[in-house]
């Protein structure tokens, strides 16, 4: 035997021994991979959402591109409350057909990829975003000599809405609406910019987003970074307003 072949021997079994290493790290990287994507996928189904917004219909609160992280849980095991900015589909007719860009078929797997796993929302064009301003059952009239809204016979104070020069209202028109059970009215905070119940009420639906549209709650503003913060429900605003069936007696 020469003296080579011992060296040989261990050179092999060192090449192999790299070679095992290098695809067992890379079965470990696809099984890291595989269930990142089946959480993702769990959380995006289930709990939360990524969705962009693509109108100034809620500023100053969501100003147009911010992306928000939406909580799925609303209102099916949370319910919504009035101040809550949702998240809901096309009640009918509410948007305009939006013709989608052909980007390719490479640009159009990596969207599909980031939606699947909640970084993206490519559906956001079919779904709309505004402010609980009525809950079923409620007496929502527009407006108090204060110009503000009055829901179940209590002024709102609403920090947050857009009121343009020259204007007082909290609403571009007056209005005076009972929300029927298992609907919602629902209204944007740059109101005299926004397509909301407002806009819809001569409409056979009378401006009212059933319940079962509502996808979920927005938590916070994800992206860019400089604006992350909480989407505020304004919780004490809506504090002295009572329910539907207290305000009747």
Same mark, same amino acid.
Request: proline share 7%; net charge negative; hydrophobic share 45%.
């Given at each position: $035997?020469?003296?080579?072949?011992p ?6 079994? *060192?090449?192999g ?13 696809a099984?890291i991979l595989v ?5 993702? #996928?769990?959380?995006?189904? #289930? ?5 962009? !917004?693509p109108?100034?219909?809620m500023?100053d ?7 928000i992280?939406?909580?799925?849980l609303?209102?099916?095991? $949370? ?7 949702v998240?809901?589909?096309? &009640?009918?007719?509410?948007l305009? &057909?939006?013709? *989608?860009?052909?980007?390719? +078929?490479f640009?159009?797997?990596v969207?599909?990829?980031?939606? !699947? ?9 079919e ?5 609980v !301003?009525?809950?079923p ?16 016979g209590v002024? =709102?104070?609403?920090?947050? =809405? ?6 007082m ?5 007056a209005?005076d609406v ?14 005299y910019?926004?397509r909301?119940s ?5 409409? &056979?639906s ?8 509502v ?7 994800s +992206?860019p970074i400089?604006r +992350?913060?909480?989407?505020?429900s304004?919780?004490?605003? +809506?504090?002295? =307003?009572?329910?539907?069936t207290?305000?009747?007696?």
């Amino acid at each position: $035997m020469s003296e080579t072949e011992p060296l040989r021997s261990r050179h092999a079994a *060192k090449h192999g021994r790299r070679r095992t290493g290098l695809l067992g790290f890379l079965r470990d990287l696809a099984i890291i991979l595989v269930v990142a994507l089946l959480v993702s #996928f769990l959380l995006k189904t #289930f709990l939360i959402r990524s969705f962009y !917004i693509p109108s100034s219909s809620m500023e100053d609160t969501l100003l147009v591109d911010d992306r928000i992280i939406v909580n799925q849980l609303v209102p099916d095991v $949370m319910p919504a409350a009035r101040g809550d900015v949702v998240v809901f589909r096309d &009640p009918g007719g509410w948007l305009a &057909p939006t013709p *989608k860009p052909e980007r390719g +078929w490479f640009a159009d797997a990596v969207e599909w990829v980031l939606t !699947i796993v909640g970084l993206a929302a490519g559906d956001s064009d079919e779904h709309l975003i505004k402010r609980v !301003i009525g809950m079923p059952g409620d007496h929502v009239v527009c407006c108090s000599p204060s110009g503000t809204l009055v829901v179940n016979g209590v002024e =709102v104070q609403e920090p947050y =809405v857009v009121i343009p020069e020259g204007q007082m209202n909290a609403a571009p028109a007056a209005f005076d609406v009972t929300v029927p059970e298992g609907a919602l009215w629902l209204m944007g905070d740059n109101r005299y910019n926004s397509r909301d119940s407002l806009a819809h009420v001569d409409e &056979p639906s009378g401006g009212f987003v059933p319940l079962d549209h509502v996808v979920g709650k927005a938590l916070v503003i994800s +992206w860019p970074i400089e604006r +992350w913060r909480v989407v505020d429900s304004h919780e004490t605003s +809506w504090a002295g =307003v009572p329910d539907a069936t207290a305000a009747e007696r």
